[in-house]
């Protein structure tokens, strides 16, 4: 049984630093498509980093620069450095995985429960 759960969220002031932690449980983050997306109220849920099955990391450009995405294979976690915070990086903060690949595209994703970053 796959499951995701985020912790680290929180309240900051612009400028500032969090880490958000994804621990993965019911499978090894080695060599697994995953990313964080997040979804600001009354906004659709948009995409901010992946991590490739190489360990490759592509970012979306509002967070290119600020933003680390990391995994740990030894404690099977995958993080987000958020650096220099900004007020539009408000939002529900999740980690997924990629359950299905088809035609050089993830089809499903599994998703966290979500975690709340704050900046103002």
């Known amino acids: 049984h796959v499951q995701l759960v985020e912790s680290g969220g929180g309240s900051v002031q612009p400028g500032e630093s969090l880490r958000l932690s994804c621990a993965a449980s019911g499978y090894t983050i080695s060599r697994v498509f995953m990313g964080w997306s997040r979804q600001a109220p009354g906004k659709e849920r948009e995409w901010v980093a992946n991590?490739?099955?190489?360990?490759?990391?592509t970012y979306a450009e509002s967070v290119k620069g600020r933003f680390t995405i990391s995994e740990d294979n030894a404690k099977n976690i995958l993080s987000l450095q958020m650096n220099s915070l900004k007020p539009e990086d408000t939002a529900m903060y999740y980690c997924r995985r990629c359950q299905n690949w088809s035609s050089g595209r993830c089809t499903t994703w599994n998703w966290g429960q979500g975690t709340q970053v704050t900046v103002s």
């Open positions: 991590i490739d099955t190489y360990g490759l990391p």
